[in-house]
């Protein structure tokens, strides 16, 4: 509701009611309220937010988008210590003030991502969730494992399921998710603005074909307003030379969720070159990605502002991990600290470190 609107309305009723009309205290009281809420935002227009969690779930993926209509969850961290990540995943769902997971994306069934969620299912109602198709990986026991967990909670009726294909529109209110990734597919055309050239591709090392789950993985492009966000999952730098040479069929974001925890693998130039985020944001463990290499790339890619790490990476040393207020789990005994972003239609957002309590907003271009 505008505060235009509501600013009409208490001048209105001061000019038809007695100063000490409980009608028009009411009514006062409502306005406030009102403005108060969700409808009005920092950058002073009213807009709906949109929330996003990076839960921490130790070198595994669990990211919580919470929009005005419905939530979508990718990926549910690991199986086991008592449910810790689905444990982490439902604080952040309590905190956003959501009872439901509308829609879930199991980017792949590697078990950082698919493993919690048994324990997740548990935990809170989950309405639909989307992945790639059938797993691929039948000689890895813990992806097989992953996969037959889920494939039993599909037989008891735990949520709905949708395969998704690259194209393919997810069907989440609030948003615009398109799949740029999936079962090892990628979108044959760039999407609407996308499609220059891209300068890195000339001169790019050729990558091994990953022959795992991970190149599987379902990648989207999710815009919010002027917003827009890419994941990827755990995609690899082959795949991602098809998203992004010679041609980029991505273009630029505002958001990077870093593939893969910042592991070696993901992450090739021709990609940071290509989408050349304004902030990335990598869910890494103390002792899982952020890889020294991948972390220089990121830190290089033109136009970036940011990197924010959800653990400092053991690997990367004094030199390659970000300054302390950038990380939410710095070395020392973990306590589970989360980043969250939120972001308004405009392209505006603020990242948040639940540590520190350090909030740095991002205006909009
Ligand atoms: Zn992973």
Redesign the pocket.
């Known amino acids: 509701m505008p505060s235009l609107f509501l600013s009409l309305l208490v001048t209105r009723l001061r000019a038809r009611t007695p100063a000490s009309s409980p009608t028009r205290t009411a009514w006062i009281i409502l306005a406030f309220l009102l403005l108060s809420s969700n409808w009005v935002v920092s950058s002073g227009s009213p807009q709906k937010a949109l929330h996003i969690f990076f839960v921490d779930v130790e070198?595994?993926?669990a990211t919580l988008f919470v929009m005005p209509a419905e939530s979508l969850l990718i990926?549910t961290g690991w199986p086991g210590n008592d449910g810790r990540d689905a444990d982490r995943i439902v604080a952040a769902a309590k905190k956003a003030g959501v009872s439901k997971i509308d829609y879930l994306v199991i980017?792949?069934f590697?078990t950082?991502?698919v493993g919690g969620l048994p324990q997740l299912a548990a935990r809170i109602p989950i309405g639909t969730v989307i992945d790639h198709g059938d797993n691929r990986e039948s000689t890895d026991a813990p992806t097989v494992q992953g996969w037959q967990a889920y494939r039993s909670l599909l037989a008891a009726n735990k949520f709905k399921r949708l395969t998704v294909r690259p194209g393919d529109k997810l069907p989440v209110e609030g948003m615009q998710a398109v799949v740029v990734s999936a079962d090892g597919a990628v979108i044959p055309h760039p999407l609407p603005g996308a499609g220059q050239e891209n300068t890195v591709c000339k001169n790019a090392e050729v990558y091994p074909t990953d022959q795992t789950e991970?190149v599987r993985s379902v990648g989207a492009l999710i815009t919010f307003g002027k917003l827009r966000i890419v994941d990827l999952?755990?995609l690899t730098r082959d795949k991602e030379m098809e998203l992004v040479c010679p041609i980029n069929k991505l273009g630029q974001v505002d958001i990077y969720i870093v593939s893969?925890?910042g592991?070696s693998q993901s992450s090739s130039p021709a990609l940071l070159n290509a989408i050349a985020p304004r902030v990335a944001i990598m869910d890494n463990g103390a002792k899982?990605?952020g890889t020294p290499s991948v972390w220089d790339i990121i830190e290089k890619s033109p136009g970036l502002e940011n990197l924010w790490q959800l653990h400092f990476s053991d690997e990367g040393g004094a030199a390659h991990n970000v300054a302390t207020e950038f990380i939410a789990n710095p070395a020392g005994p973990d306590a589970g600290n989360y980043l969250e972003l939120t972001a308004w239609p405009d392209g505006s957002f603020d990242v948040f470190n639940s540590r520190t309590a350090y909030t740095k907003h991002y205006p909009a271009r």
């Open positions: 070198g595994g993926q990926d980017t792949h590697h950082d991502h991970n999952g755990d893969h925890h592991w899982k990605g």
